[in-house]
């Protein structure tokens, strides 16, 4: 993996890490360690009609519900393209968690992290090339639109789960409180910079938050920020992103997140 420049020396367009590496290298964010793991969810396609891969040819399967997380050969589609993803990142060093079937059939998850600062985007980016790879050997699309499905379907995101030092220590929670307060300030910032056609997932539908309007809350998969009961209960911790797309570049989300939280002076 590279980073891009052009003749001159200039980073090209398409470049992201080479600001995001000046965010996660000022001195107020290495001293923070900014923790991320990324929920980067994903469609199968079938090649030649762009259709989720297992549903019937221009069908639709059984209403949600049974599949997330789902076992059996009608409810996890491709399950083989995504267990050889899991072990192909593995072999690679790439810091993966875990993966777990979604809400619509046909759409997969993985995540990568724990991973601090520039890292995550860099293991994120790696993670995403391997599984391209797989799904063309397997002859299968790979889908990083939000939502591939118009309709009563769940689209795709990529949850950004972050923690800095302050917000593991005692007293964490106050510093999440007043990090997810900035981030609501700048809201319409990162709605911008958090992927394309994400008004299409945004809904206030599907566990999702309306693209306009800003909320948190604890445990509560309808809001843009998601606190975890157990950081609610222990008073320390990390919370959830939930506005990502998952087209999103992770060198833009997780260094915009950083900057706001640590070093954005309302």
């Not at 379907?153 to 409180?177: C, E, F, L, P, Q």
């Not at 843009?224 to 959830?240: A, C, H, L, N, Q």
Request: aromatic share 10%; charged share 25%; glycine share 12%.
């Amino acid at each position: 993996m590279c980073d891009a420049y052009t003749p001159a020396g200039e980073p090209i367009p398409t470049n992201k890490r080479f600001n995001a590496a000046k965010v996660f290298g000022h001195p107020d964010v290495v001293a923070e360690e900014p923790w991320y793991g990324i929920e980067q969810e994903y469609t199968l396609l079938q090649k030649d009609i762009n259709w989720p891969l297992g549903w019937p040819v221009g069908g639709y399967p059984g209403p949600q519900g049974p599949y997330y997380c789902g076992v059996g050969a009608d409810k996890a589609l491709g399950r083989d393209i995504v267990n050889s993803h899991y072990k192909a990142c593995l072999y690679a060093g790439i810091n993966i968690s875990g993966i777990n079937g979604e809400v619509m059939p046909g759409q997969w998850e993985f995540q990568v992290g724990p991973c601090v600062g520039i890292y995550s985007g860099d293991q994120l980016w790696m993670a995403r090339y391997i599984l391209e790879r797989i799904t063309e050997i397997a002859g299968v699309v790979l889908s990083f639109d939000p939502k591939p499905i118009k309709g009563d379907w769940n689209g795709a995101g990529a949850h950004a789960n972050y923690s800095t030092k302050s917000m593991r220590n005692d007293g964490g929670i106050d510093v999440i409180k007043k990090a997810i307060e900035k981030l609501g300030k700048r809201h319409g910032e990162h709605i911008a910079a958090y992927g394309e056609g994400n008004e299409r997932r945004l809904t206030g539908r599907h566990e999702t938050a309306d693209i306009n309007t800003f909320s948190w809350g604890v445990a509560n998969r309808g809001a843009s920020i998601r606190v975890g009961r157990d950081t609610e209960k222990e008073g320390k911790g990390y919370f959830e992103d939930r506005r990502p797309a998952s087209n999103m570049d992770p060198y833009v989300v997780t260094s915009m997140i950083a900057e706001t939280t640590i070093l954005w002076k309302p």
